[in-house]
């Protein structure tokens, strides 16, 4: 995708305060919400703002090798780097954008106790409504912790977090610590989950269910690893199989293993493509490969030849999942929150717990499930084999990214030409707490910026 920096730095420069936020009807187009059919198009304004696409942050990650077609893009190679200017500008501009689809869910937070309802019906819409609203804030804050505050642990739960926005009005407020922030998205998910019916009909939409999942992803970031296992075991309760993982990328919002689904109107890995050369500028990293059984394989990979620079034709892995080709770019909606996460959640928790034996059983009980061998390793080698096997069902879905943070593992940078390590994002660098966007420092004096970027910004 090319001149990326370009549009993005238009785009930041425009920008002034990102929590300065635009009065309700700037936000929703409307006047008022008083009734349940302009607060139900006010909820689709939030989905659609919310940023879904997390390809990104497979880059940033060891999902893909960068190619030589990559050159012509530097800002995109720079941002595999993580070099710091490309990191400053990119930070700004999903700073900009989770805030703005927080300030349209408190725009909508902020009403919907004066919308009258006439009929039971009309007061379980507007619940629902509700719901969806609190999830939906709480997911942009749970995205924003993990990506501008450490992760969290004893000495550094007190740490700033992010910063909590309920008002419609600007205001300064400062970033809450990490505990706080925690509890405050704890909170607003707990609550969404009383006021979610039992069932709903549609992927497309927070569910009951759904808000149980993302939880559940909290308490793992959180360190709350018994909650944890809780809400996976409750959830774990669906069947699948190779048809439910096939459906999941042909049409998630039928398979059983989709959980919440967004509406996507772009070719899904249009960041993946040079549409100068026609090539993908990124292939699958070397190292994921699947045992010939595991029917993720044919799925998740697309083999084909590649030109070098130098006209040499290798094959290479590229990403599937959403297409059968790599000529395939209709787009498909995004898997938002899917029920193989919880499997991962649940085997984790048990070996944060000390309880390897059953986190190995967890973890081998979802492997046989997609026909992939068993891992029989043990100790903090498991852990990694664990997380491998996990980056492999979420190839390119930018998971991959916060683990690697979350369990303070090494990262390795590579050229474009051959491969060769470039670069060694250490377990403590700097880098992997994204800096606060200038105009934020700038404008609201009670925030501080994280730890070595004042040097840089």
């Not at 084909?304 to 040499?312: C, E, G, Q």
């Amino acid at each position: 995708m090319k001149r990326v920096f370009g549009i993005i730095i238009i785009f930041i420069s425009s920008v002034s305060c990102s929590l300065d936020i635009p009065v309700e009807d700037e936000i929703t187009g409307l006047d008022v919400i008083d009734n349940i059919d302009i607060a139900n198009e006010t909820l689709s304004g939030i989905y659609n703002s919310y940023p879904k696409d997390k390809v990104m942050f497979s880059k940033l990650a060891d999902d893909f090798y960068p190619n030589h077609t990559i050159s012509e893009n530097m800002f995109d190679f720079n941002l595999y780097r993580w070099e710091t200017n490309e990191l400053i500008v990119w930070a700004a501009s999903l700073w900009q954008d989770y805030y703005h689809s927080i300030s349209r869910a408190n725009v909508l937070l902020n009403q919907i106790a004066s919308i009258q309802t006439t009929t039971p019906k009309e007061g379980e819409i507007l619940d629902f409504i509700h719901a969806q609203t609190l999830a939906l804030k709480a997911f942009s804050y749970l995205d924003l912790i993990q990506l501008y505050a450490p992760r969290y642990s004893d000495s550094t739960r007190e740490q700033d977090g992010i910063i909590l926005k309920d008002n419609i009005a600007s205001e300064e407020k400062p970033r809450a610590t990490m505990e706080a922030s925690y509890r405050e998205i704890e909170r607003l998910l707990l609550r969404a989950i009383e006021l979610f019916p039992p069932e709903t009909t549609t992927k497309y939409r927070f569910s009951k269910n759904s808000a149980k999942a993302l939880l559940a992803r909290v308490y793992l970031h959180w360190n709350k690893y018994e909650k944890a296992i809780v809400l996976c075991d409750e959830l774990l309760k669906r069947n699948i199989n190779q048809e439910s993982y096939a459906s999941l990328w042909r049409s998630p919002d039928n398979s059983e293993e989709a959980l919440l689904v967004f509406d996507n109107e772009e070719f899904n890995y249009a960041s993946l493509f040079d549409n100068i050369s026609g090539e993908y500028e990124y292939y699958i990293h070397f190292s994921i490969t699947y045992g010939i059984n595991d029917y993720r394989k044919d799925i998740n990979l697309l083999e084909d030849d590649f030109r070098k620079l130098d006209n040499s034709v290798i094959r290479a892995d590229f990403l599937g999942k959403y297409r059968n080709s790599l000529v395939d770019e209709t787009p498909k909606p995004i898997v938002g929150i899917r029920l193989a996460e919880l499997h991962f959640i649940k085997s984790e928790a048990l070996y944060k717990l000390s309880r390897e034996e059953e986190s190995r059983e967890a973890l081998n009980s979802f492997l046989s499930l997609r026909n992939a061998s068993p891992v029989t390793t043990t100790g903090s080698i498991f852990l990694q084999d664990l997380l491998r096997e996990k980056q492999k069902e979420f190839l390119g879905e930018g998971i991959r990214y916060f683990d690697l943070k979350r369990n303070r593992l090494l990262l390795e940078r590579v050229d474009f030409n051959d491969h060769a390590i470039i670069d060694q994002i250490s377990t403590d660098d700097f880098r992997w707490v994204f800096p606060i966007p200038e105009n934020e420092i700038r404008q609201n004096k009670r925030v501080q910026q994280n730890p070595e970027w004042e040097k840089l910004i």
